[in-house]
C-alpha cells in the first residue's frame, strides 16, 4: 500500500475512520470523506501529512466527482475507496411484510 490513495467515505464514524487508520498505517495517503467535516478534518489532523479531509456530498453523482477530481488534485491517483457513507432516511424504510 505504500503510496497509494484512498478515498474513505463515512471517515466521520468509528468504522470508516478505522479502516484510513489501517491504510495510514501501511504507507497510504488518504482523502477523508464524511457526513460531518469537522470531525473528518480532526482526523485529518491526528493521522498527520498522509490524510487530507473533504467537505463533499457523496450522495449524488456529482458530488462523487468532485470527490474524484479533489483526490486526484491532492494525491494524483486513486488506488481504491472503501465506501463506508450512508444515509439514514426512517421515512424510506420500508414496511415489514407478513410472513
Do not use: K
Request: aromatic letters at 8%; a neutral charge.
Amino acid at each position: 500500500m505504500q503510496n497509494q490513495a484512498f478515498i474513505v467515505t463515512g471517515a466521520d464514524r468509528p468504522d470508516g475512520r478505522a479502516r484510513a487508520e489501517f491504510y495510514i498505517a501501511n504507507g497510504a495517503r488518504v482523502m477523508l470523506v464524511g457526513a460531518d467535516y469537522a470531525a473528518c478534518r480532526r482526523a485529518a489532523r491526528m493521522l498527520g501529512q498522509r490524510a487530507a479531509a473533504l467537505d463533499a456530498d457523496v450522495s449524488s453523482a456529482a458530488g462523487w466527482l468532485g470527490v474524484v477530481r479533489a483526490t486526484l488534485g491532492v494525491f494524483g491517483r486513486i488506488d481504491g475507496v472503501y465506501n463506508d457513507g450512508s444515509i439514514h432516511d426512517p421515512a424510506r424504510e420500508a414496511e415489514p411484510s407478513p410472513c
